[in-house]
Nanobody, 124 residues
């Protein structure tokens, strides 16, 4: 069974830059990619970014485009989320997920397994 373990995050001053990690253990053969979502207090789960497992193609939400960068360590099955130019609006619990369904990358229902979540708090 696929497992995702997250690390990184914490409290940061505006500007950052923290880096989140998501290590994927035993990815199934039908893993299409890994995505990051976030949930701010009182808000719904929000898509952040996705990386395709086989070719590295990326998809970013407009809110983070040009500020966040997703990358993958192919050797270790670890996906990184580098966050720059952070603002208090980026404060949320960040989750990585393994996408094993051919649904939209921005739909949580396309993901079968999730990491434990990592709190990122940005103060002004």
């Amino acid at each position: 069974q696929v497992q995702l373990v997250q690390s990184g995050g914490g409290s940061v001053q505006a500007g950052g830059p923290p880096r989140l990690s998501c290590t994927v253990s035993r990815p199934p053969s039908n893993t299409y990619g890994v995505g990051w979502f976030r949930q701010a207090p009182g808000k719904e789960l929000e898509f952040v970014v996705h990386i395709m497992w086989n070719n590295g193609i990326t998809y970013y939400a407009d809110a983070v485009k040009s500020r966040f960068t997703i990358s993958r360590d192919n050797a270790g099955n670890t996906v990184y989320l580098q966050m720059n130019s952070l603002t208090p609006d980026d404060t949320a619990v960040y989750y990585c997920g393994a996408r094993t369904h051919m649904g939209a990358v921005f739909e949580p229902g396309s993901y079968d397994a999730w990491g434990q979540g990592t709190q990122v708090t940005v103060s002004s």
